[in-house]
């Protein structure tokens, strides 16, 4: 369950690692009007899962601390990041905010049942330098007059990382439940985008692919596969290996021609993939442990 757990958590990164190609081809649409579009169809799956299955209704009959997390986790997420990024240069909140990842592993400690070692805490290390090598191609410079964006951004990994710690203590709530926190920061974005943005429509039907792609995948299924990863899986492991989205989301936007390659993206290769083989020793331990004999 552990090893499978695990894996279902990886595929949400790897979704995740689609999200800056499918964004760049979304067209101009506004962060929030974006938001509240892709959470409303991440939604759809569950709610045609209700239309079939009535009776898994009731799993959403869950406690108050279960809904505030979730909600908190997904538009609060969402929320800090937009304001991060209005407040920011880009480049610098968005290394800030992928803090999240060591968090999560260092904060794995506090959760009963795991035990943090030193060969998790370099991977998740080695995940971070490899992603300041790809966000660092056009220089890192923090200046102080962006305190309120740096605040949102460190905020930002703070309320991830959270989430998924706390969701891990929730195992026994069934992921449906990801339906109902879909559909409430659908809604809240859009109260947000009413407030504070003009709307603007895709322009082509390739852009309202691209929205409709971005909600059935990073903005919907990801979040479903994450929620039973980190409920289920080695949430150490995952949290290490979370570094590589930003990396396969460049490649990507290589091989799209949205960026081009440099030696960067090599060092980068290199520390993520080490950093999460490192990460994931125990879990490629017990294999060999059992061939030795008693």
């Known amino acids: 369950m552990k090893i499978r757990g695990t894996l279902i958590g990886f595929t949400a990164i790897l979704m995740w690692s689609l999200l800056a190609l499918m964004t760049a081809a979304s067209g101009k649409v506004p962060p929030f009007q974006m938001n509240a579009m892709t959470f409303a169809i991440g939604s759809l799956p569950g709610l045609i899962l209700f239309a079939i299955r009535p009776q898994r209704i009731a799993l959403l009959k869950q406690p108050a601390k279960v809904w505030i997390t979730g909600i908190g986790g997904l538009f609060g997420y969402h929320f800090l990041y937009f304001t991060a990024l209005r407040n920011a240069p880009a480049v610098e909140a968005g290394l800030i905010a992928y803090l999240w990842p060591l968090l999560i592993v260092v904060g794995s400690a506090l959760l009963p049942g795991e035990r943090l070692r030193w060969y998790h805490v370099a991977g998740a290390l080695a995940g971070l330098f490899g992603t300041i090598a790809i966000v660092s191609r056009n220089g890192l410079s923090f200046d102080s007059a962006y305190t309120l964006g740096y605040g949102a951004a460190f905020l930002c990994a703070f309320t991830w990382s959270g989430y998924s710690l706390m969701t891990r203590s929730f195992k026994r709530v069934s992921t449906d439940v990801v339906t109902g926190f879909c559909l409430a920061t659908s809604l809240l974005s859009l109260v947000c985008h009413m407030a504070l943005e003009t709307t603007v429509w895709p322009a082509s039907g390739a852009e ?6 971005l909600g059935l995948l990073p903005v919907g299924a990801a979040f479903y596969a994450w929620d039973y990863g980190v409920k289920n899986g080695d949430i150490q492991i995952i949290g290490a290996a979370s570094y590589a989205a930003p990396l396969l989301s460049t490649l990507i936007l290589v091989a799209s021609g949205f960026a081009q390659a440099d030696w960067r993206i090599l060092v980068a290769c290199l520390l993520i993939t080490g ?19 008693a």
């Open 208 to 213: 309202w692919a691209a929205v409709a792609g």
């Open 275 to 293: 950093g999460a083989v490192l990460a994931a020793r125990d879990l490629l331990r017990p294999a060999k442990a059992e061939r030795q004999p």
